[in-house]
């Protein structure tokens, strides 16, 4: 079985030696809860939910989703019907399609995708911790010529 089919080339050709790569080829059909720990290449169908607090889901072309995925980072090509909720980067190719609320840091969605529900783009935790004084914006100078630069 050739694993890059499962997401046509959208997979990395090296992997990081520090944890492994689960694949779960497009005929798996599971009703339940998938947990992992590292990276899930998943291109089957589930009923139920995917959950990683610190891992890396792919989700390929034939994969379909009916409940809750909650992942640390989500690259999507395939059918979710579900909330999705990322705590770092949430990728919606364009083959995907997204029916379901959808929470992340950051949200990436390609042309062609098709996403029915409301996105909530969650603030970065690091600028949560700080506690910057708010400084007012700069008042316009009056009275003064423009300057165009050459």
């Known amino acids: 079985m050739n694993l890059n089919n499962l997401t046509s080339g ?21 009703k339940g809860t998938i947990k992992f720990e590292n990276e899930l290449i998943f291109d089957g169908k589930i009923e139920g939910e995917i959950v990683s607090d610190a ?11 009916h409940g809750e995925v909650k992942t640390k980072s989500l690259v999507v090509h395939g059918n979710v019907t579900g909330n999705i909720t990322v705590t770092e980067r949430c990728e919606l190719k364009a083959s995907s399609q997204l029916t379901g609320d959808l929470k992340a ?15 909530e783009v969650t603030p970065n935790k690091s600028t949560k911790t700080e506690s910057r004084p708010a400084t007012p914006a700069p008042e316009p100078r009056k009275n003064q010529p423009a300057t165009a630069a050459a």
């Open 105 to 119: 840091m950051r949200i990436i969605i390609e042309e062609g995708a098709t996403f029915i529900g409301k996105s």
């Open 55 to 65: 891992g890396s889901l792919t989700l390929g072309k034939n994969a379909d989703v």
């Open 10 to 30: 959208f997979m990395p050709e090296n992997t990081s030696s520090s944890g492994s790569k689960n694949v779960l080829a497009n005929d798996v059909d599971i």
